[in-house]
């Protein structure tokens, strides 16, 4: 695992958590990422991982439908993580897969991969290392409660469901088959998974900070989350 803090710029901001959960297509990746620039914190995708891992069930044939399958080889792909803002990277067992995890048969793949409860054993596991004292701005689903329950910083982002569609379509700009429709559907499909598995489903922690993004612009939203951190901690 790899992960180069930038240099914090105070010690508050040195164990600084940031915990930005919030499903499919919020803006939490855009917004994370330009949080932890502008705080020089390190950024994390836990998304990501759970698409790697996913693209390694994939790439070797394992019924991602069998949770007991996918649970019998959960601790096999090697991943190693990379926190800088400016350019997050991802490889399993070597590879480069930063482009394939974002593919539309990893897309379709990874709620019921994150599903099963063992994946989450490990990855959580691995999340907290990265995570280890702080200076980092962690994105995910269950951020909040589960990986990072005592971060003092907790933002749940949301959006109406055709913006988020809208957003993610405009992101897949390069797949002649992505209509928003299409988008919205699939996303939709992610969501209800997401939120009704048993295993830490994606939710909103009783003390994180709901901001509905829908009609904000991206600076807005970033503002908006500075100005809740420096309210929570000082830091800013
Ligand atoms: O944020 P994303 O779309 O890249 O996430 C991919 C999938 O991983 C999504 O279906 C939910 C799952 N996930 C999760 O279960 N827990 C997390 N902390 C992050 C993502």
Do not use: C
Request: no cysteine; charged share 20%.
């Amino acid at each position: 695992m790899t992960s180069a803090p930038p240099p914090a710029d105070s010690s508050a901001a040195a164990n600084l958590v940031i915990a930005m959960d919030g499903p499919s297509g919020a803006g939490k990746s855009s917004v994370s990422r330009a949080v932890a620039t502008q705080l020089r914190l390190r950024y994390l995708d836990t998304g990501a991982m759970y698409r790697a891992v996913t693209w390694w069930m994939l790439e070797h044939g394992i019924d991602i439908h069998d949770p007991a399958a996918v649970a019998a080889v959960a601790d096999r792909p090697r991943l190693a993580v990379g926190t800088d803002p400016a350019g997050p990277t991802i490889h399993v067992d070597g590879h480069d897969v930063a482009t394939p995890i974002r593919s539309r048969a990893v897309s379709a793949a990874v709620s019921p991969v994150a599903a099963v409860p063992t994946v989450r054993t490990i990855l959580v596991a691995m999340q907290q290392e990265i995570i280890g004292t702080g200076g980092i701005v962690v994105e995910g689903r269950d951020i909040g409660t589960v990986v990072a329950p005592h971060a003092p910083v907790k933002v749940f982002l949301t959006a109406n469901p055709t913006i988020r569609a809208q957003r993610r379509t405009e992101e897949l700009r390069h797949d002649p088959d992505a209509t928003v429709a299409l988008t919205e559907a699939e996303l939709a499909r992610r969501d209800a998974i997401d939120s009704s598995r048993e295993a830490s489903p994606l939710a909103r922690a009783a003390d994180a900070t709901e901001l509905d993004t829908t009609l904000l612009r991206l600076d807005e939203v970033v503002q908006a989350v500075l100005a809740l951190v420096k309210d929570r901690v000082g830091v800013g």
